[in-house]
């Protein structure tokens, strides 16, 4: 087990968003579904730290990478810009291979990152700045994030929203590479069943409870 | 540390892809000192005692301008949240967004000042020790005014409960540099120093302040 919420509440405003909720997530794909509103966004949040949790437990993991709704590109940079300050900003993890490229330093780095434009179709549109893509590009150039920082545990909150077919297939070859890996990746998503073929546990919830 | 400068550098080549803060400050700082200086008479706002507080309340407002577009980015696309679930990430995102800010709000200060001198004709007695004022001044600004935009970032009333929770907490920033750089208009050397520690002082004690409460104000 890599991580885990243990009897999680979480209250904003006024509205118990999460009830008690108990979610493990190990090694391998868990995916998180549930119906519009249920609270898969607010438990992806809590697991990256991001709410408090009113009550109950969550050990928040070192190296996380967590993958929200929206893009996450902060508009003024081009994607490559967006991703090395990722890279540079999070340093080395713990599933970083033992070679230079891991290390994050000069041209090894530059390349790491020029290869996850190129896998995320990117390569055209790198040194634009993001505010000038359209919403699909900036989930790719959001998804590309996977290739350039290795974690133990992935969230990957609803990643199929706005992206084409093709953009699609390169997410579930993503999944597929980190199940194969060992790496703990939990994706909140309320369609896409197949999903459910990779998938090692599947969780639903309802109005911030396990279903 | 390293992570700061990462956000800093980050901030500021997305200021200058996208000047629009600076621009919108500047053109604050100017009207302001053009609308005091017909309001009260040249000679009233020439007094150095008037000319400097304007200045400070000017970039008061101006580091709330910077500050507030500085976060609208980050809100843009949920930007602030792929920095904060990083390890380091909230203290980084604080200290980052200081050295960006107070870089940012410098150059304010220096083409408001600029505008301010030619404006009202002011003669600047001790232009170095101006300079020291304003170097210190605007560090504590932006160290209260981003734990104010952080607090209210997701509230409606984020633009009238900004200045209502950083004038209380800058008044005495507000009051050293007005002495500060009052002094260094009028010529008196030691006066001006002492305020400029003074005003060193405070800036360090905003910004460990900051830093200390900054997690906890972003979440």
């Known amino acids: 087990m890599i991580t885990a919420l243990r009897g999680a509440t979480v209250i904003l405003g006024d509205r118990a968003v999460l009830r008690d909720l108990d979610l493990e997530v190990g090694p391998g794909v868990t995916v998180l579904r549930g119906p519009n509103g249920a609270g898969k966004t607010t438990a992806l949040r809590a697991l990256a730290g991001l709410v408090p949790l009113a009550r109950g437990t969550c050990e928040v993991p070192f190296d996380l990478l967590y993958l929200g709704h929206r893009p996450q590109m902060l508009h003024g940079l081009t994607v490559r810009e967006n991703l090395r300050f990722f890279t540079e900003l999070r340093g080395r993890t713990s599933r970083a291979p033992a070679y230079s490229a891991a290390l994050g330093v000069g041209g090894a780095r530059e390349a790491r990152i020029g290869g996850a434009i190129g896998r995320w179709g990117l390569s055209a549109d790198a040194d634009r700045p993001v505010e000038r893509l359209s919403a699909g590009q900036r989930r790719r150039a959001s998804l590309a994030r996977l290739d350039t920082e290795w974690c133990g545990l992935t969230l990957l909150d609803e990643p199929f929203a706005e992206l084409d077919d093709a953009a699609v297939a390169l997410v579930h070859a993503s999944l597929a590479s980190a199940r194969d890996r060992g790496d703990a990746v939990l994706v909140a998503s309320h369609g896409h069943a197949d999903l459910d073929e990779i998938a090692g546990r599947i969780y639903r919830i309802d109005d911030g409870r396990a279903a | ?219």
Do not use: C
């Open chain 2, 1 to 219: 540390m390293r992570g700061a400068w990462l956000v800093a550098a980050r901030e500021l080549r997305a200021d200058a892809r996208h000047p629009d803060g600076f621009a919108t400050a500047v053109t604050f700082v100017a009207a302001l000192v053009l609308i005091e200086s017909i309001v009260v008479g040249p000679q009233v706002a020439r007094e150095t005692t008037v000319a400097p507080a304007l200045y400070w309340i000017a970039l008061l407002f101006a580091a709330i301008v910077v500050t507030t577009r500085s976060f609208d980015r980050e809100l843009a696309d949920d930007a602030i949240d792929a920095v904060l679930a990083l390890p380091g990430g909230r203290d980084a995102l604080y200290a980052g967004k200081l050295i960006a800010l107070a870089a940012t709000i410098a150059a304010v200060g220096l083409v408001g000042g600029v505008l301010q001198i030619a404006l009202l004709d002011l003669t600047l007695a001790l232009p170095g020790h101006a300079l020291v004022a304003v170097a210190l001044g605007v560090i504590a600004l932006p160290a209260v005014v981003i734990i104010d935009v952080a607090l209210t970032l997701r509230l409606r009333g984020r633009a009238a409960l900004v200045p209502v929770l950083a004038v209380p907490a800058l008044l005495p920033q507000l009051v050293a540099a007005t002495n500060a750089l009052g002094l260094a208009l009028s010529g008196d050397a030691t006066g001006s120093l002492a305020w400029s520690g003074l005003l060193l002082a405070i800036a360090l004690v905003y910004a460990v302040l900051g830093l200390t409460i900054a997690g906890t104000a972003i979440e």
